[in-house]
Nanobody, 115 residues
């Protein structure tokens, strides 16, 4: 059974930075594309970014291009999302999951961007 454990969220001022992490177990981690998603208050969960198993291919939703960087460490079964120049509209609960093979969601990690 796949388990997803997100961490690293917090409260940050606009323009600040934060890195969130997701520890994955129960799958051949290096063989799967991993994605980050965000659920803003009162809205549906949306795709943010993904990364291929070998880290060669990354994609980003337009609003985060140039500000967010997704990466992974296959030795640690962990995927990261580095978020720079954060904006209030980045606020939400951040989740990770396997792309195109969605597993039961983890608890997510709350990111709040506010002054």
């Amino acid at each position: 059974q796949v388990r997803l454990v997100e961490s690293g969220g917090g409260l940050v001022q606009p323009g600040g930075s934060l890195r969130v992490s997701c520890l994955v177990s129960g799958t051949d981690f290096s063989a799967v594309t991993m994605g980050w998603y965000r659920q803003a208050p009162g809205k549906l969960r949306d795709f943010v970014a993904d990364i291929s198993g070998n880290s060669m291919i990354t994609t980003y939703r337009d609003p985060v291009k140039g500000r967010f960087t997704i990466s992974r460490d296959n030795a640690k079964n962990t995927v990261y999302l580095q978020m720079n120049n954060l904006k209030p509209e980045d606020t939400g609960v951040y989740y990770c999951n396997i792309r195109r093979n969605t597993q039961p969601w983890g608890q997510g990690t709350q990111v709040t961007v506010s002054s």
